[in-house]
């Protein structure tokens, strides 16, 4: 399958820390996205990172990709209560496939 | 506001009833997605359309249909609904200039169905 996988599944931190995860996957890509899902909502595009690109950055989210190590990882700086919420990539590849990862769930603690 | 919208936000139907979900856009864009969320797992990918064009996943079942009579519209048919069909079903959106990758998707709230 060339559905990603997350890592944490889940991580929870305090407020102003900063957050990262990762996501893995199995084959080569056009791009990779990021996502956000509220609990019970519908999903947030955040960053598209291009398979020629090594990193993106948009005000508190930093986005590298490694596509030797089929890995990309996003950064969350200065964390807010707001930013709990469920974090998906998802895969653009070859042959129009499209695949969300598994997700990381973060909690935010004020 | 440039948005996607699906209604109803809840729908509960009794097991077998055909159910229909609804999604429409203001963005113009070219392709729409309907994607099935279950409790806790990632949104997995049912069909799109490219235009007019109609794309079923492979393992899609055929319990599941869709129909686009224009741009802005698009209708998921379930039916017969069985009680692993209870899920959120998310419709996406997406300007694709081209057939080879996916661009940004954007999506509405979902429509949670509840089947008894």
């Known amino acids: 399958s060339q559905q990603g996988e997350e890592d944490p599944q889940a991580l929870s931190i305090q407020e102003g820390e900063n957050a990262t995860m990762n996501c893995s996957y199995k084959?080569?890509?056009?791009?990779l996205q990021w996502y956000r899902q509220n609990s019970g909502r519908g999903l947030v595009h955040l960053i598209l990172?291009?398979?020629?690109?090594r990193e993106k950055h948009s005000g508190r989210l930093r986005v590298t990709l490694d596509t030797s190590k089929k890995s990309s990882s996003l950064l969350i700086t200065a964390s807010r209560a707001a930013d709990t919420a469920s974090y998906f990539c998802a895969t653009a590849a070859l042959g129009n496939q499209f695949y969300f990862g598994t997700g990381t769930s973060l909690t935010v603690i004020p | 506001d440039a948005m996607v919208i699906q209604n109803p936000r809840y729908q509960v139907t009794q097991f077998g009833k055909p159910v229909t979900l609804s999604c429409s856009q203001t963005l113009n864009h070219n392709v729409m997605y309907w994607y099935q969320q279950k409790s806790s797992q990632a949104p997995k990918l049912l069909f799109h359309?490219?235009?007019?064009?109609?794309?079923n996943e492979a393992d899609t079942p055929d319990n599941f249909q869709s129909r686009r009579p224009n741009t802005s519209f698009c209708f998921l048919d379930i039916r017969s609904p069985g009680l692993g069909d209870a899920a959120m079903y998310l419709c996406?959106?997406?300007?694709?200039?081209?057939?080879?990758?996916?661009?940004?998707?954007?999506f509405g709230p979902g429509t949670r169905l509840l089947v008894l």
């Open positions: 996406a959106t997406s300007r694709e200039l081209g057939r080879a990758f996916r661009e940004t998707q954007y």
């Open positions: 359309y490219y235009d007019k064009d109609f794309n």
């Open positions: 084959t080569s890509i056009n791009n």
């Open positions: 990172i291009r398979s020629n690109e």
